[in-house]
């Protein structure tokens, strides 16, 4: 299973959050499957591109995948990414206690990022090149910009020599701008819109897991998300997940129950389960799968009770009093003082289906159209 | 020829299920139907005090039960009205005393003498709730629209759907349009889009109405009473009859038009 980390790691990607992680996981696992020469690295592990297989068969967000190709990406982009420098010497390199240990393979693949980070930082810095600091890739509607570790001016003198180069190739595009976790100043993302503006670009939506960055964005008037925050991984939480995935069967089948689940009744299922009508506050949904409402969700929510860690939360009107998948749990948020309960008994503003699942160790609540490929500019567009 | 059955219960106490049994029975009186209301709230009846019918008591329901009266001679009649009766509830006893066979039978022989039978249920989902729910053909839900009453109400309508197969209507009580219109207060668009049933009726939110039962009179019978409108509207929803939902949310010169004109 390890081979799910591997390819992310070789390439030193800059760890990619939400939507984006799940995705260019999934990418890499194809990639992974199909390229037979990519399997080779992985010496001694003969039993994991089965699993790999059978993994990415098994997550429900396969049949996007198939739209969402990586030489999509690699037309735009000079290097395949997972090509950009392939050595597997960076393993032996000493990147903290949480490295990723061959003797947790699943940790790896379930959980993966903080520590790869950590360990990506560490060879960033060493040898900063534009191709690594920088990332360029077309979408079906922009380009989506991510900019990795390294020093601010070394990012700056990369991206222009990366525009420079392109040589207004990505002119009059807007850019989906992923920031990752870095602290950006409000000078430091004025610099880059400017550096952008000259190549008759713009910025259209900035992608961020940092609250400052975030701030920063507001302040400047820049469209931004605010992602979840790095995940905070310890021993023990690294261990639930071990036994969880050794328990953790993913369901099979749909249970559809059809009507309203109210306050007081309980619904716990093997299968995934498929809710048409609504989830009222104090009724409670329980399954070793999916659980996908087709109306609101308010009630208490739990996937993958199993364990199966991949296990997802849609509904039209996500709104739960507590999400579960797995281990990890997510409260709704209190109310504002002098409001009543907004996700409790209380129409929700917001029209759009979203979808939750787990992104580091953390449940991440997104918008139906954020989690799709290439979603992030149609997002932006949708509302104008 | 037979009536209907209507119990009228909320989960939660203490939103108005006794107030609301009160009105609606003296309401659909006034509209010239033969009611009989029956307090179900064996050991904390409080009905006939809301009705002033407390120092008419002679039998009650227990005694029926327990053969010592025939039901006629229980059902306590209401001086003020042509057709309106209440079978009293035992202060004395427990609601265990009243089995849940017990009950409809008495109920099927009020039917035939009535045309609606109003059942006023107790608090709670116990016993008394389910002895009260069992003989209705129709089952109003009471609820105020904070955050408990509608928690439980939603459990209620769960309960009458399993255990009862019953499509219950809904009477939101003690609406303050106020509230809502500034926001602070959940309308009655968000009650309806957690609950999910038919909206019979919207009652506002009347301080005065607290005083009408204190006095045992039923708002229904004051002719200066603007939630009397509500209760009838009520009434003739209950009866068949289209009526449209009062526009609480309407201020100024318009709202006191309409109050003006009673609509």
Known sequence: MSDVSRPEDSNS??????????????????????VPGASNTMAGESKAPQESVKESSALPGKPLVKSHARPAYDAVDSLPPFLAQGSPAKEAEPS????????????????????????????????????????????SDGVAIEIGVG?????????????????????????????GARPVTEGELQELAQMLAAQEMTVGVVRTR???????????????????????????????????????????????????LRSGHRLHHREHVLVIGDVNPGAEVISDGDVLVWGRLRGVVHAGAGGNRRALVAALDLEPTQLRIANVIKIAPDPKP???????????????????RIVQDEIVIEEWDMARPGGLVALQRGDG | MTGTVITITSGKGGVGKTTTTANLSAALTQLGQRVIAVDADMGLRNLDLVMGLENRIVFDLVDVVEGRCTLQQALVRDPRAEFLYLLPAAQTRDKRDVAIEQM???????????????????????????????????????????????????????????????????????????????????????????????????????????????????????????????????????????????????PGFRGWLARLFGR
């Not at chain 1, 907004?342 to 929700?348: A, I, N």
């Open chain 1, 13 to 34: 990607l800059p760890s990619p959050n939400g939507a984006f992680a799940l995705e260019l996981r999934i990418a890499d696992l194809l990639d992974g499957v199909t």
């Open chain 1, 96 to 139: 903290g206690a949480k490295a990723p240990n061959s003797a947790w393979p699943a940790l790896a693949a379930t959980s993966a990022s903080p520590d790869m980070e950590t360990s990506e930082a560490k060879d960033a810095s060493s040898a900063p090149t534009g191709a690594q600091i920088v990332y360029i890739r077309g979408r």
């Open chain 1, 151 to 179: 020093a601010w001016t070394q990012v700056m003198a990369a991206l222009s020599e990366r525009l420079e180069s392109a040589a207004g190739f990505f002119r009059k595009s807007s850019v989906a701008l992923d920031l």
């Open chain 1, 210 to 260: 940092s609250e400052r960055t975030f701030q920063a964005a507001l302040a400047v008037g820049l469209a931004v998300m605010l992602e979840a925050p790095e995940g905070v991984q310890n021993a023990t939480a690294m261990l639930a997940t071990f036994n969880s995935q050794e328990r953790g069967a993913d369901a099979e089948g749909y249970f559809v129950y059809r009507g309203y």
């Open chain 1, 338 to 356: 002098g409001q009543p309960g907004r996700f409790f008994w209380r129409r929700s503003q917001h029209k759009r289906p979203e979808i939750a």
């Open chain 2, 104 to 250: 409809c039978a008495i109920c099927r022989q009020l039917v035939t003498m009535a045309d609606y039978v109003l059942i006023d249920s107790p608090a709670g989902i116990e016993h008394g709730f389910h002895t009260a729910v069992a003989p209705a053909d129709r089952v109003l839900i009471v609820t105020t629209s904070d955050v408990s009453a509608l928690r439980d109400a939603d459990k209620v309508i769960y309960l009458l759907e399993r255990d009862w197969r019953r499509q219950p209507g809904l009477v939101i009580n003690r609406y303050n349009p106020k509230l809502v219109n500034s926001g602070e207060m959940r309308g009655i668009d968000d009650v309806l889009d957690i609950l999910a049933i038919d909206l019979l009726g919207v009652v506002p939110e009347d301080e005065r109405l607290m005083l009408s039962t204190d006095r045992g009179t039923p708002a229904a019978f004051d002719r200066r009473m603007y939630v009397r409108r509500a209760y009838e509207n009520i009434a003739r929803r209950i009866m068949g009859v289209n009526v449209p939902l009062t526009d609480y949310y309407r």
